[in-house]
């Protein structure tokens, strides 16, 4: 053999050496890579931050942030699904992700298929809201104002097909009630149309409202857990306030692209069960009403699957759909 050749020979068995995806011995030995398809400032955002950080001192490796916002989360989760499966490029999934499917009628990428589930890092409850001097003092107070008066009572969220917008149709399918819903483009406009007065109810996620709660802008009807909340403690649930067996939480999840490596899966997932136990992490996030979790692949699976069939079901009784 020519010494070109045999120099060529070696170029492309290293290169195919280096194809081949890190095994969970080595790995990680870089920086990661974590998309977050959501915009600076969100509450997927300030979750993801606060676990990346964490996560990456769990891994002895730094996680990078990146925003790749816009259109429901679909551009940056199309980045993530066309990544490497190599697990150096990961991404944070909320509901949306399981919306989406049944929302729009052309995918980039099949929700299942093309990610591969690591973890649900927890869950962010939702929260009933009105004015502080709204007329409605209970949640019984809104319920009957809403079924005296059919359709005149708007509800707000952060958009069409939005987690914000189908808790607002479960809302009105197990109370059996009509309310118009008003989409916003984000949620703090909403947030200040909903203290003003402009819209009369929302549901909105419970770390972008506590604060306005708490110091009595926003008045608190009834929370969309099973349980009631640690952070207000007394605010009962939508159950306890009449509409019986409603729980409907947003949710994030730690995801890769299709086809990386088990052993890879699993030391993720164990990092990030043990990083969401981390009192740095909880004292971060728990008073915020985030509810930290770190499951197993199986269950980040499952749950997905779950999601995606409840939320056809409420993008059906919506009525709503996307080009």
Same mark, same amino acid.
């Given at each position: 053999?020519?010494?070109?050749?045999?120099?060529?020979?070696?170029?492309?068995?290293?290169?195919?050496?280096?194809?081949?995806?890190?095994?969970?011995?080595?790995?990680?030995?870089?920086?990661?890579?974590?998309?977050?398809?959501?915009?600076?400032?969100?509450?997927?955002?300030?979750?993801?931050?606060?676990?990346?950080?964490?996560?990456?001192?769990?891994?002895?490796?730094?996680?990078?942030?990146?925003?790749?916002?816009?259109?429901?989360?679909?551009?940056?989760?199309?980045?993530?699904?066309?990544?490497?499966?190599?697990?150096?490029?990961?991404?944070?999934?909320?509901?949306?992700?399981?919306?989406?499917?049944?929302?729009?009628?052309?995918?980039?990428?099949?929700?299942?298929?093309?990610?591969?589930?690591?973890?649900?890092?927890?869950?962010?409850?939702?929260?009933?809201?009105?004015?502080?001097?709204?007329?409605?003092?209970?949640?019984?107070?809104?319920?009957?104002?809403?079924?005296?008066?059919?359709?005149?009572?708007?509800? %707000? #969220? /952060?958009?069409?097909?939005?987690?914000?917008? !189908? =808790?607002? @149709?479960?809302? $009105? *399918?197990? +109370?059996? &009630?009509?309310?118009?819903?008003?989409?916003?483009?984000?949620?703090?406009?909403?947030?200040?149309?909903?203290?003003?007065?402009?819209?009369?109810?929302?549901?909105?996620?419970?770390?972008?409202?506590?604060?306005?709660?708490?110091?009595?802008?926003?008045?608190?009807?009834?929370?969309?857990?099973?349980?009631?909340?640690?952070?207000?403690?007394?605010?009962?649930?939508?159950?306890?306030?009449?509409?019986?067996?409603?729980?409907?939480?947003?949710?994030?999840?730690?995801?890769?692209?299709?086809?990386?490596?088990?052993?890879?899966?699993?030391?993720?997932?164990?990092?990030?069960?043990?990083?969401?136990?981390?009192?740095?992490?909880?004292?971060?996030?728990?008073?915020?009403?985030?509810?930290?979790? %770190? #499951? /197993?692949?199986?269950?980040?699976?499952?749950? !997905? =699957?779950? @999601?995606?069939? $409840? *939320?056809? +079901?409420? &993008?059906?009784?919506?009525?709503?759909?996307?080009?």
């Amino acid at each position: 053999m020519t010494p070109t050749r045999l120099l060529a020979s070696c170029a492309l068995a290293l290169g195919a050496l280096c194809a081949v995806p890190a095994s969970a011995a080595d790995y990680p030995d870089r920086p990661i890579r974590l998309i977050v398809p959501t915009s600076p400032g969100s509450t997927a955002d300030m979750v993801a931050r606060v676990v990346a950080e964490n996560l990456g001192k769990t891994l002895a490796q730094p996680m990078i942030v990146e925003n790749l916002a816009g259109a429901a989360g679909i551009p940056g989760t199309r980045q993530l699904v066309s990544a490497k499966p190599d697990g150096y490029t990961l991404g944070i999934v909320s509901s949306n992700h399981a919306i989406n499917p049944s929302l729009y009628k052309s995918m980039p990428y099949d929700a299942v298929k093309d990610i591969t589930p690591i973890s649900v890092i927890g869950t962010t409850p939702l929260v009933v809201v009105v004015a502080e001097n709204a007329p409605y003092k209970t949640m019984a107070d809104l319920l009957k104002a809403a079924r005296t008066q059919p359709g005149k009572i708007n509800y %707000g #969220s /952060s958009g069409t097909g939005s987690v914000l917008h !189908l =808790a607002g @149709e479960l809302l $009105k *399918s197990k +109370a059996g &009630v009509d309310m118009m819903h008003i989409p916003y483009k984000g949620g703090n406009a909403l947030i200040t149309d909903v203290m003003s007065g402009q819209i009369q109810v929302a549901f909105l996620a419970i770390p972008s409202v506590l604060a306005q709660v708490q110091a009595g802008k926003l008045r608190a009807l009834a929370v969309s857990t099973p349980e009631r909340l640690a952070v207000l403690p007394g605010v009962p649930t939508l159950d306890e306030a009449g509409v019986k067996g409603y729980s409907y939480d947003a949710w994030i999840s730690l995801i890769g692209p299709a086809n990386l490596p088990a052993d890879i899966v699993q030391k993720l997932q164990a990092a990030a069960r043990k990083t969401m136990q981390e009192p740095t992490v909880l004292k971060a996030l728990s008073p915020q009403g985030f509810v930290a979790q %770190g #499951s /197993s692949a199986e269950q980040a699976a499952q749950t !997905l =699957a779950d @999601e995606i069939t $409840k *939320s056809q +079901a409420l &993008v059906k009784a919506a009525g709503v759909s996307i080009e």
